[in-house]
């Protein structure tokens, strides 16, 4: 049986669903108020007992290992079925993703790259830790994601067809993933999607829909599309959280196992950096952390920073419009009047924002905040922009381009609990300029075994931003995600 006081709900208006719901992706008031921050958010599933039972556990899998943490596994059990069968079924679907990909989930690496460091100009004491997530299936963390979604699944649902915008990694691991399951996957694309991506796609049996910009349309065409599929009964098998909130269970997983090496080797971290494109890497990322901080706490409570490319970084910008609201409220001030969709700032001036000289300025802010975070102001406004989405999220208005292509998202559709998190740890969020996402990736690539594609070492980009600005103290150890690897 699911305990009574499982349940999801909606992070943005508050409405819940039940836990035994199996066809609820989104939430269902998405259309009725659009202004308002929807995510669905399982609650109150994992247990101080639950975590213990996690930590027990030796299966290198970490659908298997951190079970009784995930909403998938108590659904299993609430339709009759026992702990044997939630691990034939892992059993049989890993066995069928090793079969078209080569590999199936096991724990990912985290190594210490001492030889990077001393590179980056870090003390021979300070410690990098790299999370290396480009063996995993499809080459990338898109398919934890996903096979968290897939879990949750009930059979009937396997006969409907999944639906994805995407043209990279996401894709790549859908198609994986599905195929495992036996279920047809529907892909939307763009006109310039990469040839190999699409053979690839092919090969694995997707059906591929072409989508070109439509006159006056705001917003990724492909994900428009995509939710056109999803009304007609697709299932939104995808990594955008308001999409579908399941998917950042399986996403959570790769923090969970940072965490543990962390305790096992008594480790501290004092700054964790995530790449954000749509932001799904990053919300289960924060998700893990907090859960890590009620259950299990870390020593340090790591800043929380977040890394994005001057092509695009609505989910800057919407940080930079949060802490405006808040400075205000601190200092007594009017609440500043932001028009929805629309940016105050030039290009160039909210770039500027983000200038070597701007982090340890952002930082002082940040401190500032963290300590406050308790307090009515702080905690009027996160409410104020949980409620207001188009004062602080929209889409970037223009093409971007950058040579970290999977980040270029023109919405961080996960923004809301980023910018708590940051906000809560006293992080910040970084915008790297195309020098430093090239050079990140050539350190990468010369100092450390991993392969990383520019996408999936962008976070390291970010690292050397706050290090040129000296906000790294010689004490303090850092932490990056290398995910994605180089095709
Ligand atoms: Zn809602």
Redesign the pocket.
């Known amino acids: 049986m699911i305990p009574q006081h499982h349940y999801v709900s ?6 819940r669903v039940h836990a035994y719901d199996l066809t609820t992706f989104s ?4 259309d009725c ?1 659009p202004n ?5 958010q399982k609650k109150h599933v994992i247990t101080p007992q639950l975590w213990q039972r996690s930590k027990l556990e030796d299966s290198p899998n970490p659908f298997i290992r951190y079970r009784h943490r995930l909403l998938a596994y108590h659904r299993t059990l609430n339709g009759r079925q026992t702990d044997i069968d939630y691990l034939e079924k892992i059993a049989r679907l890993d066995g069928a993703l090793q079969a078209i990909d080569g590999t199936g989930f096991v724990e990912t690496p985290l190594t210490v790259e001492k030889e990077l460091a001393l590179k980056l100009g870090f003390d021979p004491m300070q410690k990098l830790f790299v999370k290396d997530e480009t063996h995993n299936v499809a080459g990338s963390h898109k398919a934890r994601h996903l096979f968290g979604i897939l879990l949750n699944l009930s059979n009937d649902c396997l006969s409907r067809p999944f639906a994805i915008a995407s043209c990279g990694n996401a894709a790549l691991a859908a198609a994986v993933v599905s195929k495992a399951a036996g279920a047809h996957l529907e892909v939307y694309i763009p006109t310039d999607a990469e040839e190999s991506v699409v053979e690839r796609l092919k090969a694995l049996g997707a059906t591929l829909h072409i989508c070109e910009r439509r006159e006056g349309e705001l917003g990724d065409p492909c994900y428009l599309r995509s939710l056109d599929a999803v009304k007609n009964g697709a299932i939104p098998f995808t990594c955008q959280g308001p999409d579908n909130g399941l998917t950042i269970e399986g996403g959570s997983t790769l923090a969970y196992e940072i965490f543990d090496r962390w305790h096992e080797g008594n480790h501290s971290c004092h700054h964790m950096f995530v790449q954000v494109g749509g932001g799904a890497l990053a919300s289960s990322s924060a998700q893990a952390l907090a859960d890590a901080m009620r259950y299990d706490p870390l020593p340090v409570l790591p800043r929380f920073h977040t890394v994005q490319t001057r092509g695009a970084f609505p989910l800057a910008r919407a940080y930079d419009r949060i802490v405006q609201v808040i400075d205000s409220r601190l200092r007594n001030l009017p609440f500043p009047e932001f028009r929805p969709f629309e940016d105050d700032m030039t290009f160039e001036a909210r770039a500027a924002l983000h200038d070597a000289d701007a982090i340890a300025q952002r930082l002082v802010m940040a401190d500032c905040i963290r300590a406050a975070w308790d307090s009515t102001a702080v905690q009027s406004v996160i409410r104020y922009a949980s409620a207001n989405k188009n004062a602080f999220m929209w889409p970037w208005e223009s093409a971007p381009h950058s040579v970290a292509h999977g980040i270029l998202d023109d919405e961080t559709y996960d923004w809301y609990a980023i910018i708590c998190t940051m906000l809560r740890t006293g992080g910040i969020p970084l915008v790297a300029d195309e020098a430093h996402l090239e050079q990140a990736h050539a350190l990468a690539h010369q100092h450390t075994a991993i392969r990383p594609s520019a996408t999936g070492s962008a976070g390291l980009a970010g690292v050397m931003l706050m290090k040129e600005a000296h906000a790294i103290a010689e004490y303090e150890n850092v932490s990056v995600y290398f995910t994605g690897i180089e095709r």
Do not use: I, Y
Request: aromatic share 0%; net charge positive.
């Open positions: 909606c992070t943005g208006c508050g409405t939430c269902p008031n998405r108020m308002v921050n929807h995510v669905l």
